[in-house]
């Protein structure tokens, strides 16, 4: 009886066939309630010696179990092979593919830096994970400066030396250490600082920041390009004036406000009632940074410039909330172009 049974296992094992009335017959033949072989054999169960009734049942078992295997492996292969065939519907309209579009941060980082391009500055890049000295100690920031708290960092790990940088001046650092002037580099990149998210601030932004030092640059160079940029940026009829600040790298330092662009200067909501629009910090490279990358300050000065490209962005297309363009909604990407 059993050897009966495994012959039966066998006969399945290598049955196969693509046709579906042929697999129906295969699985009638051995599992049909009316004198299917599983069938049957089941009704043998009670003849069976007592001894014998174990192996019986798991032998069975396992030829009731292979059938069904076989059967539903054998009509999902059918199905697969069918879909190629007969159910494909050539009348049916295709999925359409979304047409992609550029990120607005994209789109103005690219037309920052093909302006600053067309005045000769060619593009630098620096590490997102930086040490200290790239980031900080090289740009005039001394250890313990209170001026560093005007960046609040992410550190890396427990090493203080390591850190997420706060601006892309660590690429102008990096550029300079290299290379004697001319240098005439523009920074596009990633910067990290520890800020609450808010419409206004994110703890992950970017920058351009742009770097010139050659013998005789002066402030009236530095005043000019950043006109030129903001002319070819914001339109002919844009203004530009610069406030006196503060960076440890840059002495005299500056901040550049252009006139609003939604009121034209007569002041506004956006622009507080101010009629301008704050948008970069700049200055004269300070001698203590030429020095630190070995480049003679007493030959050579240099002006230095630093841009948010969200911000440039929001004034550019009227965007109200910075966390818009990290959400990447589809619809907000779209409508700008
Ligand atoms: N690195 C400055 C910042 O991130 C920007 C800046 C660059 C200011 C160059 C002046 C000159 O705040």
């Known amino acids: 009886m059993i050897e009966n049974i495994k012959q039966h296992i066998n006969e399945v094992k290598v049955y196969t066939s693509d046709n579906i009335s042929d697999i129906e017959q295969f699985r009638i033949k051995f599992l049909s309630k009316k004198g299917g072989i599983v069938t049957n054999l089941f009704k043998e169960f009670r003849n069976i010696p007592a001894k014998d009734k174990k192996e019986y ?21 059918l199905k697969t092979a069918d879909t190629g065939k007969k159910d494909f519907d050539l009348s049916l309209p295709g999925d359409s593919i979304e047409v992609g579009s550029r990120h607005p941060i ?19 890049e620096g590490p997102e994970i930086e040490d200290d000295w790239h980031n900080f100690s090289a740009l005039n920031f001394p250890k313990e400066h209170p001026a560093r708290d005007m960046q609040d960092t992410f550190f890396v790990e427990t090493n203080p030396d390591i850190l997420l940088r706060t601006h892309t001046s660590n690429g102008q650092v990096r550029v300079m250490e290299n290379k004697q002037p001319p240098i005439r580099i523009i920074v596009p990149g990633r910067v990290f600082r520890n800020e609450a ?15 010139f ?38 002495e005299p330092s500056a901040e550049m406000d252009i006139s609003c662009t939604l009121c034209n200067g007569k002041g506004c909501n956006v622009c507080k ?3 301008w629009l704050e948008i970069l910090g700049c200055g004269m490279v300070d001698p203590n940074v030429l020095e630190s990358s070995n480049i003679d300050s007493e030959k050579y000065t240099g002006f ?25 909604d589809v619809r907000f990407l779209k409508q700008i172009q």
């Open 273 to 275: 009632y101010t009629g």
């Open 106 to 124: 994209s789109i103005v980082r690219n037309e920052i830096i093909e302006i600053f391009n067309r005045l000769g500055f060619s593009i630098a």
């Open 197 to 211: 998210i808010s419409a206004r601030a994110h703890c992950i932004f970017h920058q351009v920041e742009g770097l």
């Open 57 to 77: 049942g798991q032998v069975l078992n396992k030829l009731k179990l292979s059938v069904e295997e076989k059967v539903s492996n054998l009509k999902s292969a």
């Open 304 to 328: 230095a410039f630093g841009m948010g490209i969200e911000r440039i962005a929001m004034l550019k297309f009227g965007i109200k909330d910075l966390r818009m363009y990290f959400e990447n």
């Open 213 to 250: 030092i050659e013998e005789n640059v002066s402030f009236a160079d530095l005043k000019q390009t950043l006109l030129y940029f903001a002319k070819e940026f914001f339109g002919e009829e844009t203004k530009i004036r610069l406030r006196p600040s503060y960076f440890p790298f840059t």
